[in-house]
């Protein structure tokens, strides 16, 4: 019984261990922090609309169930708002300096140093589309968080994103 007892307490041990560790290894910014230009992911179209006025749609991607198809609107050349069913923001995507930035003033342009200063170490790290994306999670998840997309030291993308 004794055994028992101390093999319990010890997987106990372990995991809060274990989670304390994945929990350190994070930035983890805060919901609040996952806006581009006043959107968020989660916000309806319909509220978009109400602040930009009406996007170019952009791209239509039907599917057999409405509420699944994929809608891609654009406001001028550099940003992008992604909607799955034509209701709610998913991603809001830029790649200019037009005045969209994050909460925290973070715009495309800036020296890409501004990002350990404001978020602190990034979650993530990987290449994508032949840009070095440093990723902020909201979650250890990933699910929801920032992307900014470096290349040659500078911000040349920012991405607000919740997965679908």
């Not at 290894?25 to 006043?38: D, I, Q, T, W």
């Not at 069913?85 to 495309?108: C, H, L, M, R, S």
Request: with cysteine; aromatic share 14%.
């Amino acid at each position: 019984m004794f055994r028992k007892i101390i093999a319990a307490m010890m997987s106990v041990s372990a995991l809060i261990f274990a989670m304390g560790g994945i929990t350190d290894s994070y930035a983890l910014v805060p919901n609040e922090a996952v806006e581009l230009g006043g959107l968020r992911p989660g916000y309806t179209l319909e509220y978009m609309e109400s602040i930009y006025g009406e996007p170019t749609l952009e791209k239509y991607e039907p599917c057999s169930l409405p509420a699944f198809s994929k809608y891609t609107y654009k406001y001028g050349d550099s940003v992008s708002i992604f909607s799955i069913g034509g209701k709610v923001i998913f991603d809001i995507y830029t790649t200019a300096n037009n005045g969209w930035a994050t909460p925290a003033g973070v715009t495309v342009g800036m020296d890409k140093s501004i990002l350990q200063k404001v978020y602190g170490k990034e979650d993530a790290r990987p290449w994508i589309n032949g840009k070095q994306c440093y990723q902020y999670f909201v979650h250890p998840s990933g699910m929801c968080g920032l992307s900014f997309g470096v290349k040659n030291g500078k911000i040349v993308s920012i991405t607000a994103y919740m997965d679908q």
